[in-house]
Nanobody
Framework: HVQLVESGGGSVQAGGSLRLSCAAA?????????MGWFRQVPGREREGVAA?????????YADDSVQDRFRVSQDKAENMLYLQMNRLAPEDTAIYYC??????????????????????WGQGTQVTVS
């Protein structure tokens, strides 16, 4: 059983920052090809925010706004994935999920943010920006 546990969510004012963390089961980040952050607002589909190839650390972001404000990083020695979020805006309010893919690499960078490409998910952490 693979376990991913997110933490670091909370309530902040617009313009503030949060750092989300995802703790993976021991050694798991070394067997995952990709890990990513996704978010979901009630009534809407889950969407990709940022993801990274665990080998080499190439990152991909949903759009320019996310890329300008967020940074995804990993610490393979500690089996951790992070999402540093700066200049948060109300539209960033969502439940944020960590996910991992072990079934080989994806075919395109865009696929890194495809929900269907990931096999394992955390329980989510709430981010509220007011």
């Amino acid at each position: 059983h693979v376990q991913l546990v997110e933490s670091g969510g909370g309530s902040v004012q617009a313009g503030g920052s949060l750092r989300l963390s995802c703790a993976a089961a021991s050694g798991y980040t070394n067997s995952a090809y990709c890990m990513g952050w996704f978010r979901q607002v009630p009534g809407r589909e889950r969407e990709g925010v940022a993801a990274v190839y665990t080998s080499g650390g190439v990152a991909y972001y949903a759009d320019d706004s996310v890329q300008d404000r967020f940074r995804v990083s990993q610490d393979k020695a500690e089996n951790m994935l992070y999402l540093q979020m700066n200049r948060l805006a109300p539209e960033d309010t969502a439940i944020y999920y960590c996910a991992a893919r072990i079934r080989g690499p994806v075919s395109t960078l865009e696929a890194l943010l495809d929900v269907s490409q990931y096999q394992y998910w955390g329980q989510g952490t709430q981010v509220t920006v007011s």
